[in-house]
Every structure is written in structure tokens, then in C-alpha cells.
T-cell receptor, first 112, second 109 residues
């Protein structure tokens, strides 16, 4: 069966510090991978998606970047965090199209 | 993209059927109706989807009207663990998901 892992589960970082969040998927090959952010009390916003190694599409301009160094690994990064980067970050995967997605447990990021 | 309208909140007694409505009057012929839910502090969970016909799986049933302008997600025997925000999403198959504000379902004992 397929599983998706995200870490860390929670993170508190100072403004201006770097960020690296990791997501890995097991039990499937060539998945589409996604990063979402959910600000407190708000809806989910798609940040990045990837259909293959090294292929990244950005949905909104922002302070973040994404990379896919391996087929089942997706990394979200920032060189300098802003207060507005605080939120709940979710990774998801799908196969055969973007509309049936399976989400990971998420990372809660608080930037102080 | 078809816009969806959902009530902001609903209550349901445990053991009863929860019927969550969704209006999508501008739906196009190639757009599907998808339902997800998000339990507090967790990632969204896919529930079910359909195009024209009614669909049923182990989690829920999806009833789509004949003109496809509205649909209803049915949880046949709601439990306390079904308390969540339920999202109705109408998209073409090649499009990305867009989550709106959904319906907050509260199941009470």
C-alpha cells in the first residue's frame, strides 16, 4: 500500500532563517507530487506541483521554492523565512491525474 | 471553472444520515464533482467523485441531479469521527484541485 511521509511535524523558526521540509512517498512509482499551504482559518492554497524528477510548476509567486531530486521525494525550501510563511504545509501525491490526491500528515510551521 | 456553493455549517445526530448539498449551476460537460473532507489538524481526505451517475463507495454516496447543477454527499450513518470540513470541488480531469471554504459538519451524540 502507498504511504506518504512528511517531516518535521512541527517547526518553529525565526524570521530570516532557512527552511527545508521533506516529503516522501512509498509504494508507488512516477507519482505527481504537490505542496499546499493552509494559513490559520483559511483554505488550502496550491504552491507547487511536479509531474517528474526535476519538473516543478509554481502556482503562486512567493518566498518559497520546491525541488524533486528523486522520483518519490519532494522538498519545499526557503532561503529566508517571512512571518507570512507561517502555516500548515501539506504534501500530496496522485497518479493518472491531479484530482484524486492523497495527503500527508502535514507540517505546522510557525515563523516568529 | 464551475463555482460551487456550500452551506458554511451543518449539524447531524450520530447514527443519522448526513446529507451535504453542493450547488454547481455553471458546471461544464467535462467537469467532475469531487468531494474531500478535512478533519481538524489533518490533511484532506478524498471521499468520492462522479460525472453524471450516482456513485457509492465504502465511505459515502454521491447523488448528482439529472441536470448536473447540484449534488449531495450522503454519509449514511454519521459518527463523531465524521466531524470535519467537507469540500465539494468541480473540475475538469486535467485541472488542479481548488479548495473553497466547504461545509463544517458537526456530528453530535
Amino acid at each position: 500500500s502507498q504511504t506518504i511521509h512528511q517531516w518535521p511535524a512541527t517547526l518553529v523558526q525565526p524570521v530570516g532563517s532557512p527552511l527545508s521540509l521533506e516529503c516522501t512517498v512509498e509504494g508507488t512509482s512516477n507519482p505527481n507530487l504537490y505542496w499546499y499551504r493552509q494559513a490559520a482559518g483559511r483554505g488550502l492554497q496550491l504552491l507547487f506541483y511536479s509531474v517528474g524528477i526535476g519538473q516543478i510548476s509554481s502556482e503562486v509567486p512567493q518566498n518559497l521554492s520546491a525541488s524533486r531530486p528523486q522520483d518519490r521525494q519532494f522538498i519545499l525550501s526557503s532561503k529566508k523565512l517571512l512571518l507570512s510563511d507561517s502555516g500548515f504545509y501539506l504534501c500530496a501525491w496522485s497518479v493518472g491525474g491531479p484530482l484524486v490526491q492523497y495527503f500527508g500528515p502535514g507540517t505546522r510551521l510557525l515563523v516568529l | 471553472d464551475a463555482k460551487t456553493t456550500q452551506p458554511p455549517s451543518m449539524d447531524c445526530a450520530e447514527g443519522r444520515a448526513a446529507n451535504l448539498p453542493c450547488n454547481h449551476s455553471t458546471i461544464s460537460g467535462n467537469e467532475y464533482v469531487y468531494w474531500y473532507r478535512q478533519i481538524h489538524s489533518q490533511g484532506p481526505q478524498y471521499i468520492i467523485h462522479g460525472l453524471k451517475n450516482n456513485e457509492t463507495n465504502e465511505m459515502a454516496s454521491l447523488i448528482i441531479t439529472e441536470d448536473r447543477k447540484s449534488s449531495t454527499l450522503i454519509l449514511p450513518h454519521a459518527t463523531l469521527r465524521d466531524t470535519a470540513v467537507y469540500y465539494c470541488i468541480v473540475r475538469a480531469r486535467s485541472s488542479q484541485l481548488i479548495f473553497g471554504t466547504g461545509t463544517r459538519l458537526q456530528v453530535f451524540p
